[in-house]
């Protein structure tokens, strides 16, 4: 077998599909319990790994936590590329909807704001949110490319703008949103983008 079979059989080997299902079961975890009563412990044990491979990596349980929650998030809140940046902003803000209205959506949105508060924390949360804001970002871009915009406004102040009121229904409210909920946010955040006001 040459080098570079190796090298790629080494790539996604045991590593990648241990680290998967770490990742797996933690948000089975958070599913069931909540993020306060979710331990490494139990996530090895239910993964069937060492709890030192975990540490290893990960190296706390919010730490853990957080990367699950990134991990999902990349799945369930894909860039969109509909050719309009309101049809961007429609199709990113209709699947944080559809994330949020899932009890793993949910639960891991209450996990973020309920969480203590610690140096690691602060920057692993700064990590999750500075990850999902830049990757949304290229949905500006394009519009700036496309000439729909004659500059960029900021990019995180738009985002931010997009998803605090769903953040807001879902955990404080606890009133649903729907698709004619996010069509009105991207109403009032294009007429802002158009006005200057971001």
Same mark, same amino acid.
């Given at each position: 077998?040459?080098?570079?079979?190796? %090298?790629?059989? @080494?790539?996604?080997?045991?590593?990648?599909?241990?680290?998967?299902? %770490?990742?797996?079961?933690t948000?089975?975890?958070?599913?069931?319990? *909540? !993020?306060?009563?979710?331990?490494? !412990? &139990? %996530?090895?044990?239910?993964?069937?790994? /060492?709890e030192?491979?975990i540490?290893?990596?990960?190296?706390?349980?919010?730490?853990?936590? %957080?990367?699950?929650?990134?991990? /999902?998030?990349?799945?369930?809140?894909?860039?969109?590329?509909? *050719?309009?940046?309101?049809?961007? #902003?429609?199709?990113?803000?209709?699947?944080m909807? $559809?994330?949020?209205?899932?009890?793993l959506? !949910?639960?891991?949105? @209450?996990?973020? =704001?309920?969480?203590?508060?610690?140096?690691?924390?602060?920057?692993?949360?700064? $990590?999750?949110?500075?990850?999902?804001? &830049?990757? !949304? *970002?290229?949905?500006? &871009?394009?519009?700036?490319?496309?000439?729909?915009?004659?500059? =960029?406004? &900021?990019?995180?102040?738009?985002? $931010?703008?997009?998803?605090?009121?769903?953040?807001?229904?879902?955990? #404080?409210?606890r009133?649903?949103? +729907?698709?004619?909920?996010?069509?009105?946010?991207? +109403? #009032?955040?294009?007429?802002?983008?158009?006005?200057?006001?971001?």
């Amino acid at each position: 077998m040459s080098e570079r079979r190796q %090298v790629q059989r @080494r790539t996604g080997g045991r590593s990648a599909r241990v680290r998967q299902a %770490v990742l797996d079961t933690t948000l089975a975890l958070l599913a069931e319990r *909540g !993020a306060e009563n979710v331990s490494i !412990a &139990d %996530v090895a044990a239910r993964a069937a790994v /060492h709890e030192t491979s975990i540490y290893r990596r990960w190296k706390t349980r919010e730490g853990l936590i %957080v990367a699950a929650m990134l991990a /999902h998030s990349e799945q369930a809140l894909p860039v969109p590329d509909t *050719g309009s940046l309101r049809g961007d #902003l429609t199709a990113y803000a209709a699947s944080m909807v $559809e994330m949020v209205n899932s009890p793993l959506g !949910a639960r891991l949105i @209450r996990a973020m =704001a309920a969480t203590d508060d610690s140096p690691e924390l602060a920057r692993l949360r700064d $990590e999750f949110w500075n990850t999902r804001l &830049d990757s !949304a *970002g290229i949905m500006i &871009d394009r519009a700036v490319t496309r000439g729909e915009l004659a500059t =960029a406004p &900021d990019a995180r102040l738009v985002f $931010e703008v997009l998803l605090a009121p769903v953040h807001f229904q879902v955990l #404080l409210t606890r009133r649903p949103v +729907d698709d004619r909920y996010t069509e009105r946010i991207v +109403d #009032l955040v294009m007429n802002g983008i158009a006005t200057g006001g971001t």
